[in-house]
């Protein structure tokens, strides 16, 4: 056997020698130990003089006796370690047994045998006094006694850790079990062990305790956050109610273990094992093992065990696979509300007033006859829209201009084909009926795929400018054709006739959700994604047939139908490729795919929001729209900063739009010019209200009007609805500021609906690199973006598997500085989001609240709670924080008057006992040579006021302020003496016939502390009646209780009295 496996070590007295290790801690190591006298075996637990705060009651420990407790037997001390001598209980602990490669999750019926025991072993513990502070599977060891005895192990001195140890930087010990008082260190109390038994039913109803899939830190703080702890729910509701009284949130709330014994869950498990159950495992189990033991009075006892063996470990592995299942974790659908901007419909616009004059001078346009078209702002005839799209206001981007402008005047000579007759707008529209139906018929035979090029693209190019003039004749063409011979077309290798293919079925489908509805059924769907990506593999698609691409897809989103059936083919990761990184190149596709992402959220069906937050975002829309989010800022503050509008000769610089993943790089590289011109002939309008305290104007155009360069002065206002699919390219050659700002809060609140999405969809978005971004972006934003943008960050805080990339990303640093602002119709709201993440992040974490104490949030910590403002809720517990994080942050502390701040609230009930115990911890920590906690307390309101504090204390309140007080008396002896003599003695001595043994054992100990620095203590004895206080505490044994009378308290008092003795007689 290897010396890790023995020791033969013994102790001092020879008494005991360890040997095998069975069990380890986080703090101590459990070992099978052998007294030498007599031949037991005892357990011995060995744990580090460190993580131990006192060992002066383990002498009255090993008085408690219960048969659902383990016995202390004694102890000893080396110059490293205490080893506490403990009976030995040899069937192991619940939390062995019921692990997966064993038993597996326990029925209903079994754990109440066993939780009943453990309520049974509590309530004798609290009423000695004693907060067992560790309940969980671990410590409930199980004997080989009848009716399944357990007993509760591990309690007392020994597990009660220096606070100092506590750090969630790096949590060891129970924190899936611990209650969230113990966790905020409000204080450990008796109803901190009922959480934790809740916890441990858990436990063995599923193997693990709540959390349980989360590591420690992140499991504390939702412990903390949560309403309650998940409950399973396949569970019965009378365990169910049980479990939701354990977890109350007050631990004020929560019923004590007698009360917990009386539950219905309880009380029904017991009556039924009274009445032996049949369907129960556990008391086959039971009976089997009393029938073995009565047959080993006849002489058969190896027999009979054998066989009940046999039969119980067949039972029990049936029971086990009967009702284990891995403990799964269903993801939790967030709640997502998503901020999005009020719906509308598109604008509707006049077809035959669009088209209301004909062609009456055609040209032929060939490949290099593109040049005569100005850009010019005097060149009315020009125009950045095909006559497929004038109706939303959109226009493809090319490189080299406007290349397909199929107005009216620039058809072939042969636009109807008929003697050379041209439409005149002077001839009536049902005269040219006739002779439209016949060219109809025939520019439709011209649409096969053994056509020419020239033949197809002039027949598409004219079936548009006829559907333009005579809707119904799209009725007839779907009707005597279909999707499906343009379909074919789109396997034609030439772009031109893929072009003008798209911009004919555009035509067709424009404003009509039943054509959309056919088209998507004969799989055109597919089909034109083709044509939508970006990419080496898609060089042969000219931007052109991107965009029109685009907007079919686009149309698609108009309409619930459609919507869903884009979705269903993938369309969503399809507008996530609309959103590329240069923003001023591809302007119009950028809005195309923002539109279209918000019709997609706001599709009212049974399809969670979240799902599809989680398909966009595995996508990689993220840092696509934080990319966005940055030139549309830039955008936006220099279309302003250059009047409102920029125009095609405008040299303003362009937002930098390059990799993201570069934290270290330049936000806004300057270097590229026209970042707001109307480049390749993309305009735009605005169609989002903005929340934006500056003004803005949309450019409003009458129906049908084709777009053309409009100045500033003619823009008329105009409010539109944000979150809709409209024109945002309605402009021919400029664009308004409006239009970035408009867009720019479009990807704000996108942002934030993926902020509010789960885990999974918040994970990426807590990429540091794009947090960095969205940090440096704080100073360039206006008030609301910035709002925006904090509700985001907000949002990632409440989410733990977040705040250690938030820390990294220095979110801390960045969200301090907001806290400046006070001037503004939102500045309430920012301080709401910044003080509301900076709690989140810097709760049960000290890392992080020193970290924001050294960015300076003390004094405003302050101002919020002086102020009283309604933020005094985040500002109170974070400044209480402030004394537990480290040296620096209490010594900002007091230099802000943090002191005075926590003696202020004293006269708060709600935070009374957490600032008595911040007092506590700053005078604990008060190791300079000056001594200035210390100074400060001595101040005589000081000592007043802690007087009359423990005088008027609520009684619910009365338990948890003891300790505070015995950690200050016995730190500062001067403190110690100067309360005593100001009328805290007598106080205490008066409290003594409380009737709750905790609060009598603090009470002993802080009259113990008192006495041994009072400067008379004889006349400390004779005014107060001290030794008659003793001797009825002593007395009230005979009284005679359930558990035999509160054992450590008389012993303490006999203890006290004894000390008291001597001093009278010297």
Same mark, same amino acid.
């Given at each position: 056997?290897?010396?890790?496996?023995?020791?033969?070590?013994?102790?001092?007295?020879?008494?005991?020698?360890?040997?095998?290790?069975?069990?380890?801690?986080?703090?101590?190591?459990? +070992?099978?130990?052998?007294?030498?006298?007599?031949?037991?075996?005892?357990?011995?637990?060995?744990?580090?003089?460190?993580?131990?705060?006192?060992?002066?009651?383990?002498?009255?420990?090993?008085?408690?006796?219960?048969?659902?407790?383990?016995?202390?037997?004694?102890?000893?001390?080396?110059?490293?370690?205490?080893?506490?001598?403990?009976?030995?209980?040899?069937?192991?602990?619940?939390?062995?047994?019921?692990?997966?490669?064993?038993?597996?999750?326990?029925?209903?019926?079994?754990?109440?045998?066993?939780?009943?025991?453990?309520?049974?072993?509590?309530?004798?513990?609290?009423?000695?006094?004693?907060?067992?502070?560790?309940?969980?599977?671990?410590?409930?060891?199980?004997?080989?006694?009848?009716?399944?005895?357990?007993?509760?192990?591990?309690?007392?001195?020994?597990?009660?850790?220096?606070?100092?140890?506590?750090?969630?930087?790096?949590?060891?010990?129970?924190?899936?079990?611990?209650?969230?008082?113990?966790?905020?260190?409000?204080?450990?109390?008796?109803?901190?062990?009922?959480?934790?038994?809740?916890?441990?039913?858990?436990?063995?109803?599923?193997?693990?305790?709540?959390? =349980?899939?989360?590591?420690?830190?992140?499991?504390?703080?939702?412990?903390?956050?949560?309403?309650?702890?998940?409950?399973?729910?396949?569970?019965?509701?009378?365990?169910?109610? =049980?479990?939701?009284?354990?977890?109350?949130?007050?631990?004020?709330?929560?019923?004590?273990?007698?009360?917990?014994?009386?539950?219905?869950?309880?009380?029904?498990?017991?009556?039924?094992?009274?009445?032996?159950?049949?369907?129960?495992?556990?008391?086959?189990?039971?009976?089997?093992?009393?029938?073995?033991?009565?047959?080993?009075?006849?002489?058969?006892?190896?027999?009979?065990?054998?066989?009940?063996?046999?039969?119980?470990?067949?039972?029990?592995?049936?029971?086990?696979?009967?009702?284990?299942?891995?403990?799964?974790?269903?993801?939790?659908?967030?709640?997502?509300?998503?901020?999005?901007?009020?719906?509308?419909?598109?604008?509707?616009?006049?077809?035959?007033?669009?088209?209301?004059?004909?062609?009456?001078?055609?040209?032929?346009?060939?490949?290099?006859?593109?040049?005569?078209?100005?850009?010019?702002?005097?060149?009315?005839?020009?125009?950045?829209?095909?006559?497929?799209?004038?109706?939303?206001?959109?226009?493809?981007?090319?490189?080299?201009?406007?290349?397909?402008?199929?107005?009216?005047?620039?058809?072939?000579?042969?636009?109807?084909?008929?003697?050379?007759?041209?439409?005149?707008?002077?001839?009536?529209?049902?005269?040219?009926?006739?002779?439209?139906?016949?060219?109809?018929?025939?520019?439709?035979?011209?649409?096969?795929?053994?056509?020419?090029?020239?033949?197809?693209?002039?027949?598409?190019?004219?079936?548009?400018?006829?559907?333009?003039?005579?809707?119904?004749?799209?009725?007839?063409?779907?009707?005597?054709?279909?999707?499906?011979?343009?379909?074919?077309?789109?396997?034609?290798?030439?772009?031109?006739?893929?072009?003008?293919?798209?911009?004919?079925?555009?035509?067709?489908?424009?404003?009509?959700?039943?054509?959309?509805?056919?088209?998507?059924?004969?799989?055109?769907?597919?089909?034109?994604?083709?044509?939508?990506?970006?990419?080496?593999?898609?060089?042969?698609?000219?931007?052109?047939?991107?965009?029109?691409?685009?907007?079919?897809?686009?149309?698609?989103?108009?309409?619930?139908?459609?919507?869903?059936?884009?979705?269903?083919?993938?369309?969503?990761?399809?507008?996530?490729?609309?959103?590329?990184?240069?923003?001023?190149?591809?302007?119009?596709?950028?809005?195309?795919?923002?539109?279209?992402?918000?019709?997609?959220?706001?599709?009212?069906?049974?399809?969670?929001?979240?799902?599809?937050?989680?398909?966009?975002?595995?996508?990689?829309?993220?840092?696509?729209?934080?990319?966005?989010?940055?030139?549309?800022?830039?955008?936006?503050?220099?279309?302003?900063?250059?009047?409102?509008?920029?125009?095609?000769?405008?040299?303003?610089?362009?937002?930098?739009?390059?990799?993201?993943?570069?934290?270290?790089?330049?936000?806004?590289?300057?270097?590229?010019?026209?970042?707001?011109?109307?480049?390749?002939?993309?305009?735009?309008?605005?169609?989002?209200?903005?929340?934006?305290?500056?003004?803005?104007?949309?450019?409003?155009? @009458?129906?049908?009007?084709?777009?053309?360069?409009?100045?500033?002065?003619?823009?008329?206002?105009?409010?539109?609805?944000?979150?809709?699919?409209?024109?945002?390219?309605?402009?021919?050659?400029?664009?308004?500021?409006?239009?970035?700002?408009?867009?720019?809060?479009?990807?704000?609140?996108?942002?934030?609906?993926?902020?509010?999405?789960?885990?999974?969809?918040?994970?990426?978005?807590?990429?540091?690199?794009?947090?960095?971004?969205?940090?440096?972006?704080?100073?360039?934003?206006?008030?609301?973006?910035?709002?925006?943008?904090?509700?985001?960050?907000?949002?990632?805080?409440?989410?733990?598997?977040?705040?250690?990339?938030?820390?990294?990303?220095?979110?801390?640093?960045?969200?301090?500085?907001?806290?400046?602002?006070?001037?503004?119709?939102?500045?309430?709201?920012?301080?709401?989001?910044?003080?509301?993440?900076?709690?989140?992040?810097?709760?049960?974490?000290?890392?992080?609240?020193?970290?924001?104490?050294?960015?300076?949030?003390?004094?405003?910590?302050?101002?919020?709670?002086?102020?009283?403002?309604?933020?005094?809720?985040?500002?109170?517990?974070?400044?209480?924080?402030?004394?537990?994080?480290?040296?620096?942050?209490?010594?900002?502390?007091?230099?802000?008057?943090?002191?005075?701040? +926590?003696?202020?609230?004293?006269?708060?009930?709600?935070?009374?006992?957490?600032?008595?115990?911040?007092?506590?911890?700053?005078?604990?920590?008060?190791?300079?040579?000056?001594?200035?906690?210390?100074?400060?307390?001595?101040?005589?309101?000081?000592?007043?006021?802690?007087?009359?504090?423990?005088?008027?204390?609520?009684?619910?309140?009365?338990?948890?302020?003891?300790?505070?007080?015995?950690?200050?008396?016995?730190?500062?002896?001067?403190?110690?003496?100067?309360?005593?003599?100001?009328?805290?003695?007598?106080?205490?001595?008066?409290?003594?016939?409380?009737?709750?043994?905790?609060?009598?054992?603090?009470?002993?100990?802080?009259?113990?502390?008192?006495?041994?620095?009072?400067?008379?203590?004889?006349?400390?004895?004779?005014?107060?009646?001290? @030794?008659?206080?003793?001797?009825?505490?002593?007395?009230?044994?005979?009284?005679?209780?359930?558990?035999?009378?509160?054992?450590?308290?008389?012993?303490?008092?006999?203890?006290?009295?004894?000390?008291?003795?001597?001093?009278?007689?010297?």
């Amino acid at each position: 056997m290897t010396s890790s496996q023995f020791n033969k070590s013994k102790s001092p007295d020879n008494k005991y020698m360890l040997g095998d290790e069975i069990g380890k801690g986080a703090y101590a190591r459990v +070992y099978k130990g052998l007294d030498l006298k007599n031949g037991d075996f005892v357990a011995i637990k060995q744990v580090s003089l460190e993580n131990v705060v006192q060992d002066d009651d383990l002498n009255t420990i090993m008085n408690l006796n219960h048969k659902n407790i383990v016995k202390y037997l004694g102890s000893w001390k080396t110059k490293t370690h205490l080893h506490i001598i403990l009976e030995y209980v040899e069937n192991g602990s619940l939390a062995n047994n019921v692990k997966p490669n064993k038993f597996g999750p326990f029925p209903e019926s079994l754990v109440a045998v066993y939780i009943a025991q453990v309520l049974e072993g509590l309530v004798y513990l609290h009423e000695q006094g004693v907060i067992h502070r560790d309940i969980k599977g671990a410590n409930i060891l199980t004997t080989k006694e009848a009716c399944g005895l357990v007993k509760l192990a591990d309690f007392g001195v020994a597990t009660k850790l220096n606070e100092s140890e506590f750090d969630t930087n790096s949590v060891v010990g129970s924190p899936y079990w611990m209650a969230p008082e113990v966790i905020e260190l409000i204080g450990v109390c008796a109803a901190s062990d009922i959480w934790s038994v809740g916890c441990t039913v858990i436990e063995l109803l599923t193997c693990v305790p709540p959390y =349980f899939d989360m590591q420690p830190s992140a499991a504390l703080y939702r412990i903390v956050q949560d309403d309650s702890p998940p409950i399973p729910d396949s569970l019965s509701p009378d365990i169910t109610d =049980f479990l939701r009284q354990c977890f109350k949130k007050d631990s004020r709330q929560r019923p004590d273990a007698k009360t917990l014994l009386s539950h219905p869950w309880i009380r029904n498990s017991r009556r039924a094992l009274q009445s032996s159950l049949r369907n129960s495992e556990a008391i086959k189990y039971m009976k089997e093992v009393a029938a073995s033991s009565e047959k080993d009075d006849e002489g058969s006892q190896n027999v009979t065990e054998s066989l009940s063996a046999e039969k119980v470990g067949m039972s029990k592995t049936q029971k086990a696979s009967e009702h284990y299942e891995a403990p799964g974790n269903p993801e939790t659908e967030a709640s997502i509300q998503v901020d999005q901007p009020s719906s509308h419909s598109l604008v509707r616009k006049d077809e035959d007033h669009m088209l209301r004059k004909a062609v009456e001078t055609p040209s032929r346009i060939g490949g290099n006859e593109l040049s005569g078209f100005s850009d010019t702002p005097g060149n009315e005839a020009s125009t950045s829209m095909p006559p497929s799209h004038a109706i939303k206001g959109y226009s493809p981007v090319a490189d080299g201009g406007d290349p397909f402008l199929l107005m009216m005047g620039v058809l072939k000579d042969d636009v109807v084909g008929i003697d050379g007759l041209v439409f005149n707008e002077n001839v009536p529209a049902e005269n040219l009926y006739p002779l439209q139906a016949v060219e109809f018929s025939r520019l439709v035979s011209f649409l096969g795929p053994d056509e020419s090029e020239d033949a197809i693209v002039s027949s598409c190019e004219k079936l548009v400018v006829m559907f333009r003039q005579r809707p119904e004749q799209k009725t007839v063409f779907v009707t005597q054709h279909g999707f499906l011979p343009l379909m074919d077309l789109l396997d034609a290798p030439k772009s031109p006739v893929i072009y003008a293919v798209l911009q004919l079925i555009n035509e067709i489908v424009k404003d009509n959700t039943e054509f959309k509805e056919n088209a998507c059924l004969v799989g055109l769907i597919p089909v034109v994604m083709n044509f939508a990506g970006s990419g080496p593999e898609r060089d042969d698609h000219s931007q052109e047939i991107r965009m029109e691409a685009a907007y079919f897809l686009l149309q698609l989103c108009q309409s619930s139908s459609t919507l869903q059936m884009f979705i269903a083919c993938g369309g969503i990761p399809v507008l996530v490729g609309f959103i590329e990184a240069d923003y001023a190149k591809h302007r119009c596709m950028v809005h195309l795919a923002i539109d279209g992402m918000w019709q997609v959220f706001k599709l009212k069906k049974s399809t969670p929001i979240n799902d599809f937050c989680r398909i966009a975002a595995k996508s990689g829309v993220l840092p696509r729209l934080i990319n966005t989010f940055v030139s549309l800022n830039e955008a936006t503050r220099l279309a302003y900063t250059s009047g409102g509008l920029l125009s095609v000769d405008g040299q303003a610089p362009q937002a930098h739009s390059g990799q993201l993943d570069q934290p270290e790089s330049s936000l806004i590289v300057i270097d590229q010019p026209d970042v707001l011109t109307t480049s390749h002939g993309c305009g735009e309008e605005p169609s989002h209200a903005s929340t934006s305290n500056s003004q803005r104007t949309d450019i409003h155009q @009458p129906d049908g009007d084709r777009p053309r360069l409009i100045s500033v002065a003619s823009h008329a206002t105009e409010k539109v609805r944000p979150g809709s699919i409209t024109s945002s390219c309605s402009l021919a050659h400029m664009v308004s500021g409006d239009v970035a700002s408009e867009y720019l809060e479009k990807v704000a609140d996108l942002l934030l609906v993926f902020a509010r999405a789960d885990t999974t969809v918040k994970s990426h978005m807590c990429s540091q690199s794009l947090l960095s971004l969205l940090f440096k972006m704080f100073n360039r934003v206006e008030t609301p973006i910035l709002l925006k943008i904090l509700e985001c960050i907000n949002h990632l805080s409440t989410d733990p598997n977040c705040l250690e990339t938030l820390q990294r990303a220095n979110a801390i640093k960045h969200l301090i500085p907001n806290l400046d602002l006070k001037e503004g119709n939102l500045v309430y709201q920012i301080h709401h989001e910044v003080l509301s993440a900076l709690f989140n992040l810097c709760k049960i974490n000290k890392r992080r609240q020193e970290q924001a104490a050294d960015h300076g949030i003390i004094p405003h910590l302050m101002h919020f709670i002086m102020s009283a403002s309604s933020l005094k809720q985040y500002a109170l517990p974070l400044l209480c924080d402030m004394a537990h994080a480290s040296h620096n942050s209490r010594e900002q502390l007091r230099a802000h008057g943090g002191l005075d701040v +926590y003696m202020s609230l004293l006269d708060d009930e709600s935070w009374s006992v957490i600032a008595l115990d911040s007092l506590a911890v700053c005078l604990a920590h008060d190791n300079d040579s000056n001594h200035k906690v210390e100074q400060a307390l001595l101040k005589k309101d000081a000592v007043q006021k802690l007087v009359r504090f423990f005088k008027s204390c609520p009684e619910r309140h009365f338990v948890h302020i003891l300790e505070p007080f015995l950690k200050i008396i016995t730190k500062s002896y001067r403190i110690n003496k100067t309360l005593a003599v100001n009328g805290l003695t007598s106080l205490l001595v008066s409290r003594l016939d409380h009737q709750d043994a905790i609060v009598r054992l603090n009470l002993l100990k802080l009259i113990k502390a008192v006495y041994e620095h009072h400067p008379k203590p004889k006349q400390l004895i004779v005014e107060n009646n001290l @030794p008659q206080k003793l001797q009825n505490l002593i007395g009230e044994r005979r009284a005679g209780q359930s558990s035999g009378g509160q054992v450590l308290v008389k012993q303490m008092a006999t203890s006290l009295l004894k000390a008291l003795y001597i001093n009278t007689v010297l």
